[in-house]
């Protein structure tokens, strides 16, 4: 799916910015039907490719933090990680991953 197409062209390094904003933009539409490791995977693709994608940002940490019950502690590291790094503030998002962790 599309996660994996993204994870696969940063993971390559191989520039691609006419894939990574079709994909943005299908993604944010998309993101319901998006598993825990599709979303840890995106934000994690754009981040490592330094993507800018603001509304995917903002799609996938509404939709994370409200079903952050599904993230492994992986999801949760490369989630955290990939929003970090894109400079991407996300208050609610960590609030709950760090909730999650003190679990």
């Keep these: 799916g599309m996660a994996n197409m993204v994870w696969a062209f940063a993971k390559a390094g191989v520039a691609a910015p006419r894939l990574f904003e079709a994909i943005a933009d299908d993604a944010a539409r998309r993101i319901h039907e998006f598993n825990s490791q599709n979303l840890a995977n995106t934000a994690w693709a754009f981040a490592s490719a330094r993507v800018a994608a603001p509304r995917l940002f903002e799609t996938i940490a509404d939709d994370a933090a409200r079903r952050i019950h599904e993230f492994d502690s992986q999801n949760l590291a490369n989630t955290a990680w990939a929003f970090a ?13 760090a909730d999650d962790a003190a679990r």
Aim: charged share 15%.
């Design 85 to 97: 790094t894109a400079s991407v503030a996300a208050p609610r998002l960590f609030e709950t991953i």
